[in-house]
């Protein structure tokens, strides 16, 4: 059991430090060597965990769609759908600085995994997957239902676009701007669902 517990811990510690150069650096420009270095680990022993570069985007997509599942479903004790889409909203405003610098750690690594439609395409498309569903379903909860997944593919969209272009400039600002309109949008959709010929 104690054998069973340090490889898991070894393995998330080689994931967790894989997650933050791949971040840091890009994909492509990450290799097992860099991981290696910085995780303190032997180059030969992460193979052992890992016999391709290919398993180390896996293993990076799965803790992606693991912290973002571990989020959405705390949001489940806010009490309105709006509420908890503004939550999503301010992960952007938290990480404003570090989205600047490198990017959205999420949007990043989906776009180069994604890139060519290659072999890792599939893998890149479930956090959105999962980010698309989560918003689509709030808004079908805040009376939406109709548009349901137009919103929601607008809002993912704006929070990526944001990221993106904040990086190009180099100015965390535009993301706090973008989140303030953000939110006055999400209370405007809110209240016109209160309305007698709101959206349905």
Partial sequence: MKQQTRTHDKRQHL??????????????KTTLAD??????????????YFQAREDIARAVVE?????????????ADQPSPRLRLEALVHVW??????????????????????????????????????LLVWCETQFRQ????????????????????????????GESERILREAAYLKRWLREVESRTKRPNGAS
């Fill in 63 to 75: 803790r992606r769609v693991t912290e973002l599942n571990d989020f959405l479903e705390k949001q």
């Fill in 142 to 169: 805040m009376g939406c239902s109709r548009d349901a997944k137009t919103l929601a593919l607008h809002l993912i969209s704006a929070l990526q676009g944001i990221s993106l272009i904040a990086n190009a400039l």
């Fill in 15 to 28: 994931i967790r430090t894989a997650a933050d150069l791949v971040y840091r650096n890009g994909f492509l």
């Fill in 93 to 130: 405003v938290d990480e404003r600085e570090s989205d600047t610098v490198f990017g959205c750690p999420v949007g990043s690594l989906c776009y180069e995994l994604a890139k060519g439609r290659g072999p890792m395409s599939t893998e890149a498309a479930r956090p959105f997957q999962l």
């Fill in 35 to 48: 991981i290696s270095a910085e995780a303190g680990i032997p180059l030969g022993s992460i193979y052992y």
